[in-house]
């Protein structure tokens, strides 16, 4: 199977197991689901792929996840909520990265095979690690304010998709732009971070647009704590 079929299948999985937990604990499941899904995706973006003749990594899938739940937070619960899990997601990848940095530090064990699986997946390089948690919380917070004002604008049901579009599809620019910049700049030539920013935002524009209709799902499902 191409990468191409596994991907839009794996992008389907995940906004389906999102739905499933949401629909399963209500509010409390969004909170867990934001918090378990910055740590997966920044364990999954250590793995590249190709596809559609571009290099991606693998985590955007899931971090897009974390832009729906907290749309779902805004929508049916109010802003208040929503920051409030933005937090969460946060201090979960401070934590993530404090406690894995401090067990990288023990000697491993004379017969341990696991020290180098785990430096290759927690390994501290400092601009990524800086610019993947500036990235996280300022594009977090702003999808979280520009939903509420799109609510403003668009209130009717009709309009779901114009609301959950637009936030997530601006604030993840506002991601990648945030995230290569810091990560990246100066690090390539200017055409390969180009190269990098474009097919990044790329990727997660589609994924931002393929969460819609799940959207709408969960919209529609108890409005439940």
Same mark, same amino acid.
Request: glycine share 6%; charged share 15%.
């Given at each position: 199977m191409s990468n191409e079929i596994l991907w839009i299948l794996f992008a389907i999985i995940n906004f389906g197991l999102l739905l499933g937990v949401y629909r399963m604990f209500g509010k409390p499941g969004l909170f867990v689901w934001i918090g378990m899904s910055t740590v997966i995706a920044n364990i999954q973006v250590v793995k590249t792929i190709e596809m559609f003749g571009l290099n991606a990594t !693998? %985590? &955007?899938?899931?971090? @897009?996840?974390?832009? !729906? =739940?907290?749309?779902?937070? &805004? $929508?049916?619960? %109010?802003?208040? $909520?929503?920051?409030?899990?933005?937090?969460? @997601?946060?201090?979960? !990848?401070?934590? !993530?990265? *404090?406690?894995?940095? /401090?067990?990288? #530090?023990? +000697?491993? @064990? $004379? +017969?341990?095979? =696991?020290?180098?699986?785990?430096?290759? #997946?927690? %390994?501290?390089?400092?601009? *990524?690690? *800086? %610019?993947?948690?500036? =990235?996280? *919380?300022? /594009?977090?917070?702003?999808?979280?304010?520009?939903? =509420?004002?799109?609510?403003? #604008?668009? /209130? /009717?049901d009709r309009s779901l998709w114009i609301r959950n579009n637009g936030s997530t599809m601006v604030s993840q620019l506002l991601d990648t732009s945030i995230f290569c910049f810091i990560a990246f700049i100066g690090v390539y030539p200017f055409e390969v971070w180009l190269e990098i920013f474009i097919t990044t935002y790329v990727i997660k524009f589609i994924v931002a647009a393929m969460d819609t209709p799940f959207f709408y799902i969960a919209k529609k499902m108890p409005h439940s704590n």
């Amino acid at each position: 199977m191409s990468n191409e079929i596994l991907w839009i299948l794996f992008a389907i999985i995940n906004f389906g197991l999102l739905l499933g937990v949401y629909r399963m604990f209500g509010k409390p499941g969004l909170f867990v689901w934001i918090g378990m899904s910055t740590v997966i995706a920044n364990i999954q973006v250590v793995k590249t792929i190709e596809m559609f003749g571009l290099n991606a990594t !693998l %985590g &955007n899938i899931v971090y @897009g996840t974390a832009f !729906l =739940a907290t749309d779902i937070l &805004n $929508e049916k619960y %109010g802003t208040k $909520e929503a920051r409030k899990a933005v937090w969460m @997601g946060f201090s979960t !990848l401070v934590i !993530l990265t *404090i406690i894995m940095q /401090s067990a990288l #530090l023990f +000697n491993p @064990g $004379e +017969n341990d095979i =696991a020290q180098p699986a785990l430096e290759t #997946l927690f %390994g501290l390089v400092p601009r *990524i690690a *800086i %610019g993947s948690m500036v =990235a996280y *919380i300022v /594009s977090q917070y702003f999808d979280v304010w520009l939903y =509420a004002k799109l609510k403003h #604008l668009f /209130s /009717s049901d009709r309009s779901l998709w114009i609301r959950n579009n637009g936030s997530t599809m601006v604030s993840q620019l506002l991601d990648t732009s945030i995230f290569c910049f810091i990560a990246f700049i100066g690090v390539y030539p200017f055409e390969v971070w180009l190269e990098i920013f474009i097919t990044t935002y790329v990727i997660k524009f589609i994924v931002a647009a393929m969460d819609t209709p799940f959207f709408y799902i969960a919209k529609k499902m108890p409005h439940s704590n």
